[in-house]
């Protein structure tokens, strides 16, 4: 069933702020000197600082564990995002997102399940995409199957088109859109840029939600990466909510915490839903 934003958010025109995690334990960057309350320390500040801007929902995403797990990542990997899911979820007043990268869409579903998350962001939900993890195949009939087996309505955002990866072969977009609606069940869409930050193409854009509108209006399409102060308004004339990270954090740089500036920034530049 596709994402209801004024039930879920309380806007038609939702601003979801990332949590980009550290290294978690067991990834190359984990500093052990700190440990995992450092993890859990800097997730829930910049959950308090999103949710103190006014953002319309967060998502928590294993940032930090480059390089990334291609379909399936250790189980030590779920049990940390458990628990810091859980914290945030405990922290803030809005709704809140699993992403569990690079594509272990299953785990995003099982963290969000328990914790009693909203939903999940899967990159690669339907088709096929050459990234630096390999090729990253749909598991559609998997997810979706998953989430009725473990009795929860966890809403799925599908990437179309996902940053860092291209197509395997030669597709136009529209058809993957509607692929991804009809067959994949997605009750929601997210249209990004190349890379993390980068601005999304603005005919992609309006691509995917003249599709949407042809196959099912009511799923919700969601710009995925480079929106700004500056391009937000822009952006959602076209799309109806905007998943923001690299915009929100200290100096633009996306490891960075967020800063509450941007955040404002941010917020105070999108239209009212």
């Known amino acids: 069933m596709p994402l209801d934003l004024t039930a879920t958010f309380g806007t038609t025109r939702p601003v979801v702020g990332m949590i980009h995690l550290p290294p978690l334990p067991g990834a190359p960057g984990y500093d052990p000197d700190r440990g995992r309350e450092a993890v859990l320390e800097r997730a829930l500040a910049d959950a308090h600082t999103l949710a103190d801007g006014s953002v319309d929902g967060v998502i928590v995403e294993n940032y930090g564990d480059a390089p990334f797990h291609a379909e399936d990542v250790p189980k030590h990997v779920v049990a940390e995002m458990t628990r810091v899911a859980t914290a945030v979820c405990e922290t803030v007043d809005c709704p809140v997102g699993i992403n569990v990268l690079r594509n272990d869409a299953a785990a995003a579903l099982s963290v969000a399940a328990a ?34 087996r473990i009795d929860t309505d966890v809403a799925v955002l599908a990437d179309v088109a996902v940053k860092h990866s291209v197509s395997l072969g030669e ?103």
Do not use: W, Y
């Open 171 to 273: 597709r136009d977009l529209g058809p993957a859109v509607a692929d991804a609606i009809d067959r994949g069940r997605a009750d929601g869409l997210v249209v990004s840029g190349p890379a993390t930050g980068a601005v999304t193409d603005a005919e992609d854009l309006r691509t995917v939600a003249a599709v949407r509108d042809d196959t099912d209006p009511d799923v919700p399409v969601f710009v995925g990466s480079g929106v700004t102060a500056d391009s937000v308004a822009d952006l959602l004339s076209v799309a109806d909510g905007a998943i923001v990270g690299t915009a929100f954090k200290q100096d633009g740089e996306t490891t960075n915490p967020v800063d509450p500036e941007r955040v404002a920034d941010v917020v105070a530049a999108t239209p009212d839903g």
């Open 115 to 148: 914790v009693g998350a909203a939903f999940v962001r899967v990159n690669v939900h339907t088709g096929a995409r050459v990234t630096d993890q390999g090729v990253i195949e749909g598991r559609a009939a998997e997810t979706v199957r998953l989430r009725d």
